[in-house]
């Protein structure tokens, strides 16, 4: 069996064809949407303005059961799950951009 325990052997998993064609098939399933948001209820859409910008959400293919704790799952399409790369980060317990503890401030007083 194929083991996905190393950067390099899960590095060279997802940039394989046969990952990339799972790929493309889990996002076409789940409508290009984050399915964590869709749960909740939230309108998920694929890019937004800012700052009259156009700007896309970035959009991940999720393992439900990590390839390097169970590598049988690994292109198993039920395995699989569309998230936005926040609710990607969340589920991995990776929170970026928190807002910062405001210091001491004697101006409010």
Same mark, same amino acid.
């Given at each position: 069996m194929i083991e996905y325990k190393t950067k390099e052997q899960k590095r060279r998993f997802y940039r394989s064809k046969e990952w990339e064609s799972l790929r493309q098939q889990a996002l076409k399933r789940d409508n290009y949407e $984050?399915?964590? $948001?869709?749960?909740? =209820?939230? !309108?998920?859409?694929? /890019?937004?303005? !800012?700052? =009259?910008?156009?700007? /896309?959400?970035?959009?991940n293919v999720h393992h439900k059961y990590e390839i390097e704790f169970y590598p049988q799952l690994a292109l198993m399409l039920d395995n699989l799950e569309t998230l936005c790369l926040n609710c990607h980060n969340k589920t991995h317990g990776r929170v970026f951009n928190q807002a910062k503890k405001k210091k001491w401030d004697d101006e409010r007083w």
């Open positions: $984050c399915q964590h $948001c869709k749960r909740e =209820g939230k !309108v998920h859409i694929n /890019s937004r303005k !800012v700052d =009259g910008e156009k700007k /896309s959400i970035e959009i």
